[in-house]
């Protein structure tokens, strides 16, 4: 086969061997000089360096703005699903299944730890998706990947070939191999975690405390040991499943079959049926209420979460224990405020003590602190009082400042003898402006 420029298009035509271009050929992949960029999809009438069937081929030219002899012909040939597995298309769903199980102990990553041997499995149970599905397969014979994709099926990645490879095998401990991925059948899952909500007064969340909490979880049943199973029974496979903890359904639409994969609800995923315990009703936890001494941290504000390792929910089927998460919410104080670390105070004094300065008793969170008015402070000054905010979280020894806002009172009404002496003042003060 050649190709063959004819215009702005590409055609195909067999030649001799003696008169055919040099091509590079490796792994479906043809190189060849050219030089417009134009992407072209063609079919070769009959080749038989290639194939005895049509070979579908992607044409990508590429080029800069001028012809470059350098310039290159790719051509793609699509998977050959048939090929990968090694079977013939006439092939029934017997050799089909029997080829890729032979494929698939090859390949499989725990088996095989060749580089490429996990993308290799990949394209096994890819192939064997399409042609063990008589619709999949009827498409691609006609239509090829694009033809799949057209359906709404993909283009050839369909499924956790993991999962492909359990669904065959009865999960991989019967083969000896590591449990790479595990049956999700009978799989341990982790408690869910629990929440807490914990309200603390200003001062206990600025520097800590330890409180003890009451909190109710679910814990393993003592009775069946966490297996959800009446003692002395044993579990059935499922008959609405199959046992695959999962069932599929089928939609016929004007673009093609969608399937969707859910949960069993026969058996609420674990593939079998058993009597359930009369403790737990089958779930293999039972409610109990724990005392648990938790000590909360310096620094702590509203919203902040404690984390306490393995005390939320038990796990099923033997799983890890969930988190127990604290939301701190913090009750606020009638008199200081928080600012981050700092803590805000505002001091009302009056209009007397901020000419003359004075010092005045403050509350902080340590207790009662003198604070020096000096004379000539302006109302709305912040004057700092340093390291008597709050510790810094996980860093104790490091503590905000407490701001007091100073507001000076002005009187509203004034005595007799108030007012005389203000109006002296206000006559001393014109006098010295006028100096």
């Not at 030219?61 to 001028?66: D, Y």
């Given at each position: ?19 055919m ?19 072209r999809?063609?079919r070769?009438?009959?080749?038989s ?10 044409v990508r ?6 012809c ?14 048939y ?20 494929l698939?102990?090859?390949?499989h ?5 060749e ?34 994709k ?5 283009t050839?990645d ?5 999962d492909?490879?359990e669904?065959l ?10 449990g ?8 341990a899952?982790?408690?869910?975690d ?11 969340a ?14 393993a049943c ?14 059935n ?5 199959g046992?695959?903890?999962q069932?599929?359904s ?9 399937q969707?994969?859910?949960t ?12 359930p315990?009369?403790s737990?009703n089958?779930d293999?936890?039972?409610r ?13 504000d ?12 038990a796990?099923?089927r033997g799983?890890?224990?969930?988190d127990?998460?604290?939301?701190i919410d913090?009750l606020p ?9 700092d ?7 009056s ?15 340590d207790g009662i602190?003198?604070?020096k ?5 302006q ?11 709050v ?8 503590r905000g400042d407490?701001l ?7 009187p509203?009404?004034l ?7 203000v ?7 014109k ?5």
């Open positions: 086969m050649a190709l063959l420029p004819c215009g702005t298009t590409w055609g195909a035509r067999n030649l001799p061997p003696q008169f271009p040099k091509y590079a050929v490796d792994n479906r992949m043809l190189s060849y000089a050219s030089c417009p960029s134009r992407t999809v063609f070769s009438l009959s080749s360096i290639f194939a005895r069937d049509p070979l579908r081929v992607n030219l590429h080029q800069s703005s001028h470059n002899r350098g310039s290159r012909l790719i051509v793609r040939a699509e998977a050959d699903y090929s990968v597995l090694g079977v013939s298309k006439n092939a029934s769903k017997s050799e089909i299944k029997s080829a890729y199980r032979k698939a102990r090859s390949y990553p725990d088996v095989n730890k580089p490429g041997a996990e993308q290799k499995f990949k394209e096994i149970s890819n192939a064997y998706e399409v042609l063990s599905d008589d619709e999949k397969r009827s498409i691609y014979d006609k239509y090829g990947e694009a033809g799949l057209g359906a709404g099926m993909g050839g369909f499924s956790n070939p993991f492909i490879f669904s095998f009865e999960g991989m401990g019967g083969m000896g191999m590591g790479r991925r595990g049956s999700s059948r009978n799989r899952t982790e408690g869910e629990q929440v807490y909500n914990l309200a603390l007064n200003f001062k206990d600025v520097f800590g405390v330890e409180k003890e909490i009451e909190i109710s979880r679910l814990e003592g009775t069946c040991d966490g297996s959800g199973a009446k003692p002395g029974t044993k579990p496979k499922c008959g609405t499943c046992g695959q903890g069932v599929v089928s939609a016929r639409t004007p673009l093609g079959v969608f969707q994969v859910s069993c609800s026969a058996c609420g995923g674990a593939g079998e049926i058993s009597t315990c009369s737990c089958g293999g936890r039972v109990k209420s724990k005392r648990i001494s938790l000590k909360v941290p310096a620094g702590v509203s919203g902040s979460r404690l984390r306490v390792r393995s005390e939320g929910n796990g099923r799983g890890a224990p969930g127990l998460f604290v939301v913090v104080d009638p008199v200081l405020k928080r600012d981050d670390a803590i805000l105070y505002t001091c009302k004094v209009y007397i003590d901020a000419i003359l300065g004075t010092t005045m008793k403050v509350p902080t969170v602190v003198d604070l008015i000096p004379s000539g402070t109302p709305g000054t912040t004057l700092v009082m340093a390291k008597k905010g510790p810094l979280l996980n860093k104790p020894s490091l407490q007091v806002r100073v507001q000076v009172e002005i509203k009404r005595t007799d003898q108030e007012k005389k002496l109006e002296q003042l206000a006559n001393l003060n006098a010295f402006a006028k100096r």
